[in-house]
């Protein structure tokens, strides 16, 4: 069998149906829901999936145990031994989706970016879109996997900490971009998080993630180009921010897709930013 090439960071799912079962193919459900949502995107994987897709749970299990933020980028070391287990080596093209057809699979595949792994997709429209198109689905228990070989190769060009992101704001090269809603970057909103403050960092400029989506699709890249020329240069560096560091990273994606390369997500995001007293927020 010849070896397998991923076309692009985004796929849909008649490109996936027709590689499905490759051997250096893996896919991941990555579905994770608001807490409000009341769902597990386990519990579902568990009940229906793509066939042979396996469970990365970045919400409680493939994060830093020790930080008090929500979901923060594990340890290398960390990432190498949970992802060896789920059946993933170095070699391994990898096709993440979720439930929602766009929302928590972009934070998966930004973090496999993050620790090196450049053969790494997203499925356009997600499991709805999948399903819309009657493709096959396995609703038996998931099988299990043989231990994999994964190491992780730190890529720090994609990761932006509270402190870069401050240094950041001052200067004309960077752009930083918060996907939150604009009622929520205003200040008109409240912040869901007890103790964060409303409002959003002095320079920031807001794109809400759902303007880049059209039930669970990306927007044609023609279009996604239209909107970040109107926001940001191809020579900018772009820093994506959102509530938790979950939907920044759809921002992240269509930068990618739309041909920018400087690229990265500040995974503290809102929840460390608004809730640390020391840094500055603006309330329109």
Not at 15 to 38: E, R
Not at 94 to 100: K, Q
Not at 197 to 202: F, Q, T
Not at 238 to 253: D, N, P, R
Request: hydrophobic share 45%; glycine share 8%.
């Amino acid at each position: 069998m010849n070896p397998l090439t991923l076309p692009a960071s985004l796929v849909d799912s008649q490109w996936l149906a027709t590689h499905l079962g490759h051997p250096d193919l893996v896919v991941l459900d990555a579905s994770w829901y608001m807490p409000a949502a009341k769902r597990s995107g386990e519990q579902e994987w568990g009940q229906q999936r793509i066939p042979g897709a396996r469970f990365f749970d970045f919400d409680s299990q493939i994060k830093d145990q020790n930080s008090p933020l929500p979901h923060m980028l594990p340890p290398a070391a960390q990432f190498s031994r949970q992802v060896s287990a789920l059946g993933i080596n170095n070699h391994h093209r990898i096709v993440i989706y979720d439930g929602d057809g766009i929302f928590a699979a972009p934070r998966a595949w930004w973090m496999f970016k993050a620790m090196g792994h450049e053969q790494v997709a997203v499925l356009d429209g997600g499991l709805p879109g999948w399903i819309a198109q009657h493709l096959p689905l396995e609703s038996s228990a998931p099988a299990p996997v043989t231990q994999g070989r994964f190491v992780a190769q730190p890529q720090a060009a994609w990761i932006a900490n509270a402190e870069q992101v401050q240094a950041a704001l001052s200067q004309p090269q960077h752009r930083i971009l918060d996907a939150r809603s604009r009622e929520r970057f205003s200040g008109q909103a409240a912040d869901p998080r007890p103790g964060v403050r409303a409002g959003h960092m002095p320079g920031a400029v807001c794109l809400p993630f759902t303007e880049l989506l059209d039930q669970g699709h990306f927007l044609p890249r023609e279009q996604l180009t239209q909107t970040f020329d109107a926001l940001v240069t191809r020579e900018q560096n772009l820093i994506f921010s959102c509530g938790s560091g979950v939907t920044a990273a759809i921002l992240a994606l269509a930068a990618d897709i739309t041909g920018h390369d400087k690229i990265a997500v500040y995974d503290g995001s809102w929840t460390e930013w608004g809730g640390s007293a020391h840094l500055p927020v603006v309330v329109d």
